[in-house]
């Protein structure tokens, strides 16, 4: 089946700097990949999607970048806020299916 | 905004029982999925329902699994026979159509003793 894996399980930064959460993903079909942010207990909230025509799109302090040739997908968040803190899943979708496959998760802790 | 609801949000239940939880996907909505998570792990994938029908599923959806729009907009999930590895958080979600985005709901947290 697919592979999608995250770089580092954990990350923590102080607050107003700014973060960059990374996921790989192995399905050189995937096409379509959304960032989910999972506050405890739950479910995951969308927070911005890309599609594999696009290699960079922004949103409100979020950016994700996506670069197709080394099956990597990152999420910035500008001026990180102590709300911020979460698990963060990359979740992909190809052509060959509706389904979704998520990652492992990044919990992010903003130290203030 | 719209949402996608479930209930219960918590339900312990015995071993070899019958379970069933509910949803309601964003009204406008077409495609209805069910995931779970194990705690501590990530979110996988069980099935998607389109059009009345199951139109994907994942190995763990096996025969003890099922899924049915009873009316105009309930989606359920039936576990028939629990077991304890059946314990998890069960996140219904929606999609307007094919490989849009996915909304989640704030899941059911099954506890199988």
């Known amino acids: 089946g697919e592979s999608v894996g995250l770089h580092l399980p954990t990350l923590s930064v102080q607050e107003g700097d700014n973060s960059i959460i990374n996921c790989a993903y192995s399905?050189?079909?995937?096409?379509?990949f959304i960032w989910y942010k999972q506050e405890s207990g739950k479910g995951p909230q969308f927070i911005i999607d890309i599609r594999s025509n696009m290699d960079k799109r922004q949103g409100q302090r979020v950016t994700v970048l996506l670069n197709k040739t080394v099956k990597h997908l990152s999420l910035q968040i500008a001026a990180t806020q102590p709300g911020d803190s979460a698990v963060y899943f990359c979740?992909?979708?190809?052509?060959?299916?509706?389904?979704?496959?998520f990652g492992t998760g990044t919990s992010l802790t903003v130290i203030p | 905004e719209p949402e996608v609801t479930q209930t219960p949000s918590h339900q312990v239940t015995q071993m070899g029982q019958e379970v069933i939880l509910r949803c309601v996907p964003i009204s406008n909505h077409l495609y209805f999925y069910w995931y779970r998570q194990i705690l501590g792990q990530k979110v996988e994938f069980l099935v998607s329902?389109?059009?009345?029908?199951?139109?994907?599923k994942s190995e763990i959806f096996d025969d003890q699994f099922s899924v049915e729009r009873p009316d105009g907009s309930n989606f359920t999930l039936k576990i028939r026979s629990t077991k304890l590895e059946d314990s998890a958080m069960y996140f219904c979600a929606s999609s307007q159509g094919v490989r849009n985005t996915i909304y989640f709901g704030e899941g059911s947290w099954l506890t199988v003793v």
């Open positions: 399905n050189s079909a995937s096409d379509y």
């Open positions: 979740a992909e979708s190809s052509n060959t299916g509706n389904q979704f496959y």
């Open positions: 329902f389109y059009n009345n029908e199951i139109s994907e």
